[in-house]
C-alpha cells in the first residue's frame, strides 16, 4: 500500500472540487473586536475586520468574562485534572451547569466538551435508552446532530427542512407505539432562516414525540434573558432537550444540554462522549458562567445586535447586493452562487480590503448557493459597514456577479 499517494490524492479531490480550505491566521485584539491582525503565508501582516466570527456579541473580549478566567486561573489552576467522574467536576463546573439550568428554565444540565460533541454525545444516547426509538431529523440539521443520530443506529426519518406537513406526514405513517423524538434547530446559520418552534411542539405533543432543540445559534441573543428563539417565543417549557454552545454569543467554549433532571441524569449515566473525557478547564466554565449571568441581564446588547444586522442588510439591499431573503435572523448571507467566484471575492475583499469573510462553499452548502455570510456584532460601527459596501460593490462589477434582480453588472 501507498500510503502517501492516498493522501496526496484524498488532497487532489478536495482541490479539484474547489473545496481546499485555507485557514486565516488571525490575531485578534481584545478591546477593540473586530479588529485582528492577519498573518500571511509569507510572515507580512495586514490589519483587518473580521466580518464572520460567531462570537456574535463580542463576549470573548468582555472583561466581566476575561477577568473571571483569570481569576478562576489564579485560584484553580490551568486544567480541571480528570472526567468528570473522576476528579473532574470542580466547583465551577457546577456553578455552570446551575446557571444553563436556569437560563433554560429546567431542572438540570449537563457540560459537554463542545456543542458538537453535546449533540453526537445526547442523540446516540437516546437510542440506548428509549429503546425502538425514531429520530424524525430536519434536513438540514448541523452535521454534529446528523453523526449522533447515524452513531444511535437506529430509525430515522428526515423531513424536508421546516416543512411542519412533511414532518406530520411521517409522524402518522410511523408505529404510534414508538419512541419518537423530533430533532431540529431554532436558528439555522448558514441561510439564518429560523423554525416554527410552536407548530413543532404542537405536533409533538398530537403524536407523542419529544423535541430536542439546537439553539447553538440563538442561546445569548434571543428572548430576554437569553434563553434563545424558545424564551422568545414563549416555548421554554414544551421543548424536552435544549442544547447549546458557550463558543459562539457566550464567547467561550463548550456545550451542553438542558432538560428534566431525570433526563440529564440518565444522559449522563450512558453518554460515552461525556463520560471517557477531561472535563473542560475551570476557567472556561468560570468565563461562560460569567458570561451566560451578564447576557441575562443586558438584554440592549441583544437589541443594539438586531439592529446592527438590521443596519447591514439595508445598506447591502440599498447597493443591489443579493442578501438572500432567507435570513429572518441576525446572520447576513450574501449569494454568490459559485465556488470560484466565491474563494475569489473572500481573497480578494482581505488582500485588498481588510475584509475578512470566510467563503461558504459546497459541502457546508448545496452547490450553486455558494455565499458570504457576514455576522455583523455590535461592535461593527456604521464606518466598517459602509467601507463593507463599498468594497463589496466594486468586487461585484469586477467579478461580474449577479446582483438582485438578476442585473449582471
Ligand atoms: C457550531 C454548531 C454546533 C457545534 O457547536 P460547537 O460548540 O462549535 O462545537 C452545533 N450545532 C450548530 C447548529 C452549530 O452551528
Known sequence: MDYRSAFTSALEKVHAEGRYRVFADLKRHRGAFPRATWTRGDGSEAEVIVWCSNDYLGQGQNPVVTEAMKTAIDAAGAGSGGTRNISGTTH??????????????????????????SNEASLSTLYKILPGLIVFSDAQNHNSMISGIRAGRGARHVFRHNDLAHLEELLAAADPAAPKVIAFESVYSMDGDMADLRGTVALAKTYGAMTYLDEVHAVGMYGERGGGVAERDGVMADIDIVEGTLGKAFGVMGGYIAADSVIVDAIRSYADGFIFTTSIPPALAAGAAASIRYLKEHNEIRVAHQARAAALKERMLKAGLPVMATSVSHIVPVLVG????????????????????????????????????????????????????????????????????GVAA
Open 92 to 117: 465551577y463546573h457546577v456553578e455552570l451547569e446551575r446557571e444553563l439550568a436556569d437560563l433554560h428554565q429546567k431542572e438540570a444540565a449537563l457540560l459537554f466538551t463542545s456543542g458538537y460533541v
Open 338 to 405: 459559485d465556488a470560484v467566484h466565491c474563494k475569489l471575492i473572500s481573497d480578494i475583499l482581505l488582500e485588498d480590503h481588510g475584509v475578512y469573510v470566510q467563503p461558504i462553499n459546497y459541502p457546508t452548502v448545496p452547490r450553486g448557493t455558494e455565499r458570504l455570510r457576514f455576522t455583523p456584532s455590535p461592535a461593527h460601527t456604521d464606518a466598517m459597514m459602509d467601507d463593507l459596501v463599498a468594497a463589496l460593490e466594486t468586487l461585484w462589477i469586477r467579478c461580474n456577479v449577479q446582483r438582485v434582480g
